[in-house]
């Protein structure tokens, strides 16, 4: 048994930021062949996933082509051509495979394609022809789309968000390609699609939980997956929902009836999926007054794990008024602050203006203080959250800078903080503060939540905020739950 696998990863924020050109997914990450071998596997992703399931089940891997960038804006449309072409020409490359499996995003858009995805396994069938296995990964921040659906054979959402499960749905991925090439299952798909725009909510607890055990329940009952769809609402193109992917064997009808179920009972709960965050002040006033610590506030509003530059400093600022000891900041994009402790070196006090530089009007202006020089380091640390364990982090060049009580992180990358290893490598222990501060929409729980006293979600003016109806949407189809009254469904 042989099967390619493949990779094209990218959520695309279309409001925001300049078009992602081919250059972006160089730098980041971009693999040809055995590279992508060399860097996946071990790693607790959807690709180290689909490595590991072919050594445990003796199906020879095919690596083609793998390419992915953090979020960011519209993907230039000669890069996607390249990529997508890269990725068919690895899976000719491959000669005879058995089936094909691909590590997608889901919300990905190029200028001119609002769903790369579709696109994507469109071209993929039609270059392996209508009977071989293809079976996708896709992250649950995803738009579903009809064209996604015909052209795989499966497609396996994570369930769990923060995405702890990537790599089991890569492993998942691999075997249920092997079982299917078999002969051994015939995987048929339905797709209820909700008119709604979700803000992002973990599935840790509360209504998404409920939600996903709804899944599993089906699963139990014989379904071979049911997966709930949040969608990804901080982008504008016509095609963001929440929705439900059914994979049954051979049972069409069973799919469509578990789809509709469960997407019957996310319309029911759908006032549970509003979102209510304090005010970064609020948040502080808060952690504060919450008895023991480490209290962690996460600033959901311009997370870069979701388009958002990382350089605001509604937070940052609300933190330093506070000027509590034991606080700390971790981290704000600034490339050239970090520039700037680099050169002055530890022990040098910078006249600094941290962050605010992207987007000041919306995310704040630059905070100007004198900042001491504590440390200065690479950026480079290896993940230690259960969320990609084992993968290398390079956050370019780092400083932690100290402004009155507070420790302030600054990065040359736009990343959100996903666990507290970036702490130490600047030489402060989580477990010790009082705060700690950072921005992530929920990623940052999988590595926070064991360490954490409490946690705190703070919605400031942000290209990632939950607050959906500051965003002046042109293309979204209309009308939408919640930023419209009178809502129906099934319509
Ligand atoms: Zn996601």
């Known amino acids: 048994m042989r099967i390619a696998i493949g990779q094209i990863s990218h959520e695309t924020n279309t409001m925001f930021g300049p078009p992602t050109p081919v250059e ?11 590279e992508i071998l060399e860097r996946h596997t071990g790693v607790r ?21 793998a390419a992915q960038a953090h979020p960011s804006g519209t993907i230039e449309r000669a890069a996607f051509d390249t990529m997508l072409g890269n990725l068919l020409d690895g899976i000719r490359a491959a000669g005879q495979v058995d089936a094909v499996c691909l590590s997608l995003h889901g919300a990905g858009s190029a200028e001119g394609i609002d769903d790369i995805e579709g696109t994507i396994l469109k071209a993929v069938r039609e270059l392996v022809g209508p009977e071989l296995p293809v079976v996708a990964t896709l992250d649950l921040h995803c738009h579903s789309t009809e064209l996604m659906i015909e052209n795989a054979t499966a497609l396996l959402t994570v369930h769990e968000y923060p995405h702890v499960d990537s790599y089991e749905r890569g492993y998942e991925a691999v075997e249920l390609a092997a079982k299917a090439a078999r002969g051994e299952v015939a995987p048929v798909m339905a797709l209820a699609v909700l008119p709604m725009a979700i803000p992002p909510i973990t599935s840790f607890h509360g209504p998404a939980r409920e939600i996903n055990e709804l899944c599993w329940d089906w699963e139990r009952r014989g379904l071979l997956d049911v997966t709930f769809v949040h969608g990804y609402p901080h982008t504008d193109v016509p095609i963001i929902s929440s929705s439900v992917i059914a994979v049954a064997d051979g049972d069409r009808e069973l799919a469509k009836q578990a789809a509709n179920d469960v997407a019957g009972r996310i319309w029911e709960m759908r006032e549970q999926f509003r979102s209510n965050l304090p005010s970064p002040e609020e948040a502080i006033r808060q952690a504060l007054a919450f008895d023991g610590g480490p209290v962690v506030i996460a600033e959901v509003s311009d997370n870069p794990g979701g388009g958002s530059p990382g350089d605001g400093t509604h937070l940052l600022r609300a933190l330093l008024d506070a000027n509590q000891p034991d606080t700390a900041f971790g981290f704000i994009y600034d490339p050239e602050t970090a520039a700037q402790a680099h050169a002055a070196g530890p022990g040098a ?10 987007d000041p009007d919306i995310l ?32 370019g060049k780092m400083a932690r800078l100290v402004v009155g009580n507070v420790d ?28 700690a501060a950072l921005k992530s929409q929920n990623h940052f729980r999988a590595g926070f939540e064991p360490i954490a006293a409490e946690i705190i979600r703070t919605d400031s003016p942000g290209w990632t905020t939950s607050n959906l109806e500051t965003f002046n949407y042109q293309r979204i189809r209309r009308p939408i739950w919640p930023l419209d009254d009178g809502v129906e469904w099934p319509s």
């Open 24 to 34: 972006e997914f160089q730098r980041q990450g971009w693999a040809t062949g055995q």
């Open 45 to 65: 992703g959807y690709l180290g996933g689909m490595i590991a399931a072919g050594a445990d089940h003796g199906i020879e891997i095919g690596p083609t082509f």
């Open 349 to 358: 006090t910078i006249e600094a203006r941290i962050g605010g530089k992207t």
């Open 364 to 395: 704040g202006a630059p905070v100007e203080v004198a900042a001491y020089v504590k440390s200065c380091t690479d950026g480079r640390y290896i993940v230690q959250s259960p969320m990609g364990r084992g993968g290398q982090a390079n956050l």
């Open 408 to 435: 302030v992180i600054v990065g040359s990358e736009s990343h959100q903080t996903i666990d507290d290893e970036l702490f130490r490598l600047h030489g402060i222990e989580v477990s010790r503060l009082k705060i």
